[in-house]
């Protein structure tokens, strides 16, 4: 059974096209939410943590969102450079970090 | 500059054989992680390890040892054991002992395994 659920699988924008990504949890007694970037070949590279409903976290063009049952990950005005694959994994009261598959970005000039 | 050293790269295995992924990380974490990254799933885990000397399970350990005799060095082991070693896997780090709380994750930059 999936706990961490990531939409869509894939994204292709042109440059300035706002879009938002999804993730969402079935996880209880959630301890935390994180967002990871991570480029072909590459460690995923850590974005955000977010702990509880209604929590907003800005870096850059990103922005990430907390529910209760999911995560948005906001792209403003994105550019080129944000093409990437984007993370979300949740940590249960219980310790171990849940991964989503990620959303894949294209962002064309 | 600190951070976590993955190698090789790319590694080969041929069937049958054994092989050795190396993990080093210098920013003096207590607790390291391997995962396996497969397209289209999420990150799973291998192994961890909270301390010097000891290591717990992961989600799918089977076909794969680990070691952990020094806090810098947390070397994985592909077993001939491991039918589908084909993946990219990945060794991380948190600073303390009780890195399954609410601790980020420090990655290395992978390890692309293929069967030869």
């Known amino acids: 059974e999936d706990q961490v659920t990531q939409s869509p699988e894939a994204l292709r924008l042109q440059e300035g096209e706002s879009s938002s990504l999804n993730c969402s949890y079935t996880v209880s007694g959630l301890r935390g939410l994180f967002w990871y970037r991570q480029d072909p070949g590459k460690g995923p590279e850590f974005l955000f943590t977010l702990y509880s409903a209604g929590e907003e976290k800005e870096k850059e063009r990103l922005k990430a969102t907390l529910t209760k049952k999911e995560s948005f990950l906001h792209i403003t005005a994105p550019k080129p450079e944000d093409s990437a694959t984007y993370l979300c994994a949740v940590r249960e009261s219980w310790g171990k970090l849940q991964f989503g598959a990620g959303t894949q970005v294209v962002v064309t000039p | 500059d600190g951070g976590i050293t993955q190698s090789p790269k790319y590694l080969f295995r041929k069937e049958g054989q054994n092989v050795t992924l190396s993990c080093e990380q210098n920013?003096?974490?207590?607790?390291m992680y391997w995962y396996r990254q497969d397209p289209g799933q999420g990150l799973r885990l291998i192994y961890y390890?909270?301390?010097?000397?000891?290591?717990q399970k992961g989600d799918i350990a089977e076909g794969y040892s680990v070691s952990r005799e020094k806090k810098e060095s947390f070397p994985l082991t592909v077993t001939s054991a491991q039918k589908n070693p084909t993946a990219f896997y990945l060794c991380?780090?948190?600073?303390?002992?009780?890195?399954?709380?609410?601790?980020?994750?420090?990655f290395g930059s992978g390890t692309q395994l293929s069967v030869l």
């Open positions: 991380a780090s948190s600073p303390s002992g009780r890195g399954l709380g609410v601790e980020k994750l420090f």
């Open positions: 390890s909270q301390i010097v000397n000891d290591f």
């Open positions: 920013l003096n974490h207590d607790a």
